[in-house]
């Protein structure tokens, strides 16, 4: 029997297992399928043979409707920086609830929770908010043009900034402007120019043609799409004194990894951007997204002065949001950083090492308290290993694979506890990689 094959054996045997431990998930999915397409409504955490219903968190572990514990090192994509259900967030929930979820009208802690933004974040000081990265980003956009007077945008083949048509290109890295999804307008490509990650003298070159067109360039300062990493060095420094000779401004997307610094990746590389979106740990587990940037730029959404662009969401900077997300930030002290990033550099170490010593052929990535596994290139069948991979480790009660987050809820037992279960894990797939 090939590798493919066994491969292939493995991946079934898991999958028989998953099965027998989430009847009831599977049950929620049939009766999802008839009111939701495909059962689903985020189609980044679908799953096969059939996703996973989780009713209850505490700490950083999930319960599902099965009745099975997991760690859980998603975080809901990381956003859970806290891990769930944490008392001093919860209190301000209940708290906030009590008073009304949301009202025509603005809140006090909302001017609370932007002032907290505007002092850690070194790029922001104005501040507005949405409901969602991808809003943030969308809005940031917009801003930057109404500021430029311009249409061009710059961003990098394979980054994703959101489900927003402006953006939805190159998203899967093949190096064409194209649409990367259905019903967004090929014609939209036109203002759209593709650079590639780590591609210092390149990507200067296309900021210097187009100067005269191009509002801004785009990116995520830590790499998330297709793996967490860090920037080479020198790239983002020369985009920031190239874009600032030429007059095109600096957008910086750090939804995620505002969890590098309490700045965010700005604060920790030391290169400040013009504008920042946000999004995920700001809302302490609720919707959320926010941007923001220099006094001068965001002036054009000032409703008292000269308003280029309005900006408006029924449940923008909403009470409760704003009450949670107030709680996270000033939970999330300097020391809290310490130990989550101390906590990811352990698990990151523990699980090169165990991927090096079967030499399996996978690739551990991240910084901080991030994390990515990857297949190497020319891997046979890498979405069945990646699949059975995810679900072979949540068979054995570890939640979050292939993109990892360590919480403040976490201890080392429970980094321990991860890398015990990826040894047995990967130690299987070891063995059914081996040709006999």
């Not at 809901?76 to 609830?97: D, F, K, M, W, Y």
């Given at each position: 029997m090939n590798s493919e094959n066994r491969l292939l054996d493995w991946y079934r045997a898991v999958v028989d297992y998953y099965r027998r431990l989430?009847?009831?998930?599977?049950?929620?999915?049939?009766?999802?399928?008839g009111v939701l397409p495909g059962g689903d409504t985020r189609y980044s955490i679908t799953t096969r043979p059939h996703p996973t219903y989780f009713e209850r968190g505490e700490g950083p572990y999930v319960w599902d409707v099965d009745g099975n514990r997991r760690l859980d090192l998603n975080n809901n994509s990381t956003a859970l920086v806290h891990g769930h259900a944490h008392p001093e967030i919860v209190a301000a929930l209940r708290a906030q609830a009590g008073s009304g979820t949301a009202w025509g009208g603005h809140n006090p802690t909302e001017v609370d929770w932007a002032g907290i933004i505007c002092e850690r974040v070194p790029s922001i000081e104005r501040v507005r908010f949405a409901n969602s990265g991808t809003e943030a980003n969308m809005h940031m956009l917009k801003v930057a043009r109404a500021y430029t007077g311009r249409d061009l945008v710059l961003k990098l083949d394979g980054a994703y900034h959101?489900?927003?048509?402006?953006?939805?290109?190159?998203?899967?890295?093949?190096?064409?402007?194209?649409?990367?999804?259905?019903?967004?307008?090929?014609?939209?490509?036109?203002?759209?120019?593709?650079?590639?990650?780590?591609?210092?003298?390149?990507?200067?070159?296309?900021?210097?043609?187009r100067a005269g067109r191009l509002a801004a360039v785009i990116l995520t300062p830590f790499r998330s799409a297709g793996g967490f990493s860090h920037p080479p060095e020198g790239f983002l420094e020369t985009l920031r004194a190239v874009t600032a000779d030429e007059g095109v401004l600096l957008l910086f997307d750090e939804v995620i990894?505002?969890?590098?610094?309490?700045?965010?990746?700005?604060?920790?590389?030391?290169?400040?951007?013009?504008?920042?979106?946000?999004?995920?740990?700001?809302?302490?587990?609720?919707?959320?997204?926010?941007?923001?940037?220099?006094?001068?730029?965001?002036?054009?959404?000032?409703?008292?002065?000269?308003?280029?662009v309005a900006l408006a969401g029924t449940f923008n900077a909403n009470p409760m949001t704003a009450a949670a997300g107030v709680a996270a930030l000033r939970l999330l002290t300097p020391e809290?950083?310490?130990?989550?990033?101390?906590?990811?550099?352990?698990?990151?170490?523990?699980?090169?090492?165990?991927?090096?010593?079967?030499?399996?052929?996978?690739?551990?990535e991240g910084g901080g308290s991030l994390l990515s596994v990857a297949c190497e290139p020319g891997v046979v069948r890498p979405e069945v290993m990646m699949t059975g991979l995810s679900l072979a480790l949540g068979n054995r009660g570890v939640f979050g694979f292939p993109f990892l987050s360590t919480s403040s809820a976490m201890e080392e037992r429970h980094v321990e506890q991860m890398l015990d279960v990826a040894a047995a894990v990967l130690d299987d797939l070891a063995s059914s990689m081996r040709v006999h």
């Amino acid at each position: 029997m090939n590798s493919e094959n066994r491969l292939l054996d493995w991946y079934r045997a898991v999958v028989d297992y998953y099965r027998r431990l989430t009847p009831r998930s599977a049950a929620l999915f049939v009766r999802g399928g008839g009111v939701l397409p495909g059962g689903d409504t985020r189609y980044s955490i679908t799953t096969r043979p059939h996703p996973t219903y989780f009713e209850r968190g505490e700490g950083p572990y999930v319960w599902d409707v099965d009745g099975n514990r997991r760690l859980d090192l998603n975080n809901n994509s990381t956003a859970l920086v806290h891990g769930h259900a944490h008392p001093e967030i919860v209190a301000a929930l209940r708290a906030q609830a009590g008073s009304g979820t949301a009202w025509g009208g603005h809140n006090p802690t909302e001017v609370d929770w932007a002032g907290i933004i505007c002092e850690r974040v070194p790029s922001i000081e104005r501040v507005r908010f949405a409901n969602s990265g991808t809003e943030a980003n969308m809005h940031m956009l917009k801003v930057a043009r109404a500021y430029t007077g311009r249409d061009l945008v710059l961003k990098l083949d394979g980054a994703y900034h959101g489900t927003y048509d402006g953006f939805e290109f190159a998203t899967e890295g093949d190096g064409g402007v194209s649409p990367s999804t259905g019903g967004v307008p090929a014609n939209l490509s036109e203002n759209v120019v593709l650079g590639a990650w780590g591609d210092t003298e390149g990507v200067a070159r296309l900021i210097r043609e187009r100067a005269g067109r191009l509002a801004a360039v785009i990116l995520t300062p830590f790499r998330s799409a297709g793996g967490f990493s860090h920037p080479p060095e020198g790239f983002l420094e020369t985009l920031r004194a190239v874009t600032a000779d030429e007059g095109v401004l600096l957008l910086f997307d750090e939804v995620i990894s505002l969890r590098l610094a309490m700045g965010g990746a700005q604060d920790r590389y030391g290169v400040t951007p013009d504008m920042t979106a946000l999004g995920k740990l700001v809302g302490g587990g609720l919707p959320v997204g926010a941007f923001g940037g220099r006094a001068d730029i965001m002036a054009v959404t000032d409703p008292l002065g000269d308003m280029k662009v309005a900006l408006a969401g029924t449940f923008n900077a909403n009470p409760m949001t704003a009450a949670a997300g107030v709680a996270a930030l000033r939970l999330l002290t300097p020391e809290v950083y310490g130990w989550i990033d101390h906590l990811g550099g352990l698990l990151r170490a523990g699980l090169s090492g165990a991927v090096r010593d079967r030499g399996l052929p996978l690739r551990v990535e991240g910084g901080g308290s991030l994390l990515s596994v990857a297949c190497e290139p020319g891997v046979v069948r890498p979405e069945v290993m990646m699949t059975g991979l995810s679900l072979a480790l949540g068979n054995r009660g570890v939640f979050g694979f292939p993109f990892l987050s360590t919480s403040s809820a976490m201890e080392e037992r429970h980094v321990e506890q991860m890398l015990d279960v990826a040894a047995a894990v990967l130690d299987d797939l070891a063995s059914s990689m081996r040709v006999h």
